[in-house]
């Protein structure tokens, strides 16, 4: 240890990489695809070429033209406009029911791990029986009940996702709550919500980051499967799973207009498992 | 390893779990069904329908009584095999469902027998050469596979074996099915679709649960005392693995739920999914519960058998 030259320990940068938060490549390259993506879904309105429902070429299922970067539509739309527009309904439609799920579900199980007892026991029983519900047909039956709109789209998606995320949030607070910080704290006489505040969130939090991540990606591919089958955002708005259905006669002729939006959907869902996957140690392990 | 009263009272337990995993998944399939969308009598009758009409219809549907009662006639019901009639057609459910259901059950059934021994085989071979090029390729085509959704399969295999190949047909159920050749080209497409997808999940279950073992101590021994790799493999890690593999498959077949529904609504393949997406279109309640009880209690099935091969085949409980 004294071998060390006192200069470097003395001055280092917190830059990511000295903190041990650096990346490799292949996370770069998601979390650049990732950002492009967000970018897209809050400013793309504003720099469509043409109205997003207006028929801008009477021909229909248009090649891809100077004019119309990702061809058209069966209507004669254009697609790039449309797909930068579907950018924000895919992406803030995932990402209001991610954000719902998670802490709903990371606020339960923190309660369900520090408090135990019955109402972890009954709590974590009813939850595992929701998982016991394929996660595709809890929306269809859902949307056949109450028709479809985008806050029920959201409930929809986040009551699917909700349970999963109590699993795992409760999980990693199990392990936590054990610690001898813990108990200090609750023997200093500290109350429930300054535990799962202060003791338990900060340990867990980047594992909880993570899962959600990944639960991004499912409601992107539940949603997406539910707009393909023409239940998710309703005409003449169209998330990318709408555009892929609206345009799905033109697969045949290998229409730009269908092969487009499928494009957008899977470098979104790759990107994010690519990011996930290649997250420094020091966030996605923290717990453990 | 079957005698063993810790073994049954686990299996039991399990048992237990899913039935009461049965009874509150129905109830959010009834209470999806039936208490969210409101007034069924008024949806029936639509808008121009007088009160008194409402009202009657309301109290010949039994739609009075309080719906924890209704739930529980609904719930004898359908374990009675009385699914009730569709309000569109007005023919029994059953009727309805029947057939499709045989058609829902031949697609899962080829997809299984093709899957399982090529998802196995890959899967294995992956763990064994662990890092080696093969590895990679079969982990990036699941991965890739697994974090797009199932039309996006559909859709690929279309364009890949239907416009660009020009093999198959891409709707399946427009042809006739009168030779085997005929029968083989309506099946295909769905078959490879969901096949694709189910394997993909196998494949990594598999590879992970293989791996698991071949991590642990004895099989590192067999490796440092010269055995090679592949009998290394197949002799002392695999006997360890079946239970987690057998387990990774029946998880994996549990997709299939998911991934039918798309693949029939793609195909116009007349199973239990396809008549269920009609129903959702044409808002047919009873349709509706029916097909979702039978998709909740295959997914519930496959989950508790692969928690069931997970419990019996674990060595530690053999006393």
Not at chain 2, 40 to 53: C, F
Request: charged fraction near 15%; include cysteine; charge should be neutral.
């Amino acid at each position: 240890m004294t071998t060390t030259p006192r200069t470097k320990s003395k001055f280092r940068l917190p830059t990511p990489h000295n903190m041990g938060y650096a990346f490799n490549w292949t996370g770069r390259i998601g979390l650049a695809l990732i950002l492009f993506w967000a970018v897209v879904a809050m400013f793309g309105r504003w720099f469509t070429p043409y109205p997003v429902g207006a028929r801008v070429d009477w021909d229909y299922f248009g090649g891809i033209s100077a004019e119309y970067w990702m061809g058209t539509d069966y209507l004669g739309r254009d697609i790039f406009s449309r797909v930068l527009m579907g950018a924000r309904y895919t992406v803030g439609i995932a990402l209001a029911a991610v954000t719902l799920a998670c802490t709903i579900g990371v606020v339960l199980g923190m309660i369900a791990a520090v408090i135990g007892g019955w109402f972890d026991t009954l709590l974590s029983r009813f939850l595992d029986a929701f998982n016991g519900i394929p996660s595709l047909l809890f929306g269809l039956v859902v949307v056949a009940a109450v028709g479809s709109s985008i806050p029920v789209l959201v409930l929809t998606l986040a009551a699917i996702y909700m349970p999963g995320a109590y699993r795992f949030a409760r999980a990693l607070a199990v392990n936590i709550n054990t610690m001898d910080f813990v108990t200090v704290a609750r023997a200093r006489g500290e109350a429930t919500p300054y535990l799962i505040r202060r003791e338990i969130l900060p340990n867990i939090l980047g594992p909880v980051l993570a899962d959600l991540g990944l639960r991004f990606v499912f409601i992107v591919l539940v949603l997406s499967g539910l707009s393909f089958l023409g239940l998710g955002v309703q005409p003449p708005n169209a998330d990318w799973g709408a555009l892929v259905r609206e345009n799905i006669e033109g697969l045949s002729l290998g229409a730009p207009a269908v092969i487009f939006p499928s494009i957008a959907i899977a470098s979104l869902t790759i990107s994010v498992n690519m990011f996930i996957d290649n997250l420094p140690t020091k966030i996605r392990d923290r717990a453990e | 390893m079957l005698r063993s009263p810790t073994t049954w009272l686990l299996v039991g337990q399990r048992l237990g779990i899913a039935f009461i995993t049965l009874i509150i998944v129905s109830f959010a399939v009834f209470f999806a069904t039936e208490l969210l969308p409101g007034d069924v009598a008024q949806i029936l009758l639509g808008q121009a329908a007088t009160p008194e009409a409402v009202a009657g219809l309301r109290e010949a549907m039994g739609l009075d009584e309080p719906a924890i009662q209704r739930f529980i006639g609904w719930l004898t019901g359908l374990a009675q095999g009385d699914m009730g009639r569709s309000y569109v057609n007005d023919i029994e459910v059953a009727e309805l469902v029947g057939g499709r259901l045989q058609n829902s059950l031949r697609l899962a059934g080829i997809v299984t027998l093709i899957c399982v021994p090529v998802a196995l085989s890959l899967g294995i071979l992956a763990a064994m050469f662990r890092g080696s090029w093969m590895d990679r390729a079969v982990s990036t085509a699941t991965i890739s596979v697994i974090s797009v959704p199932e039309f996006m399969v559909a859709t690929l295999s279309v364009l890949i074996f239907a416009v660009w190949l020009d093999w198959l047909p891409a709707l399946s159920y427009g042809v006739d099915v009168d030779s085997l050749g005929a029968m083989l080209r309506a099946y295909a497409m769905p078959v490879i679709t969901l096949s694709f997808v189910v394997s993909a999940q196998m494949i990594r279950m598999t590879r992970a649960a293989v791996i698991e073992t071949i991590e642990t101590p004895y099989v590192e021994m067999a490796l440092l005392k010269g055995a090679s790799r592949t009998r290394m493999v197949l002799v002392h890690a695999l006997p360890n693995a079946l239970g987690p593999i057998a387990n990774a498959v029946a998880l994996s077949l549990s997709y299939l739920v998911g991934g039918v529904i798309i693949v029939e609504t793609v195909f116009n393949y007349p199973g239990v999914a396809k008549l269920m997406v009609d129903a959702v279109a044409t808002r047919d309640l009873p349709l509706i519960q029916s097909c979702a009880m039978i998709f909740c209690v295959s997914y519930l099935s496959l989950t508790t058998l692969a928690d069931m091969i997970a419990i019996l085949s674990n060595p530690r409980l053999r006393q």
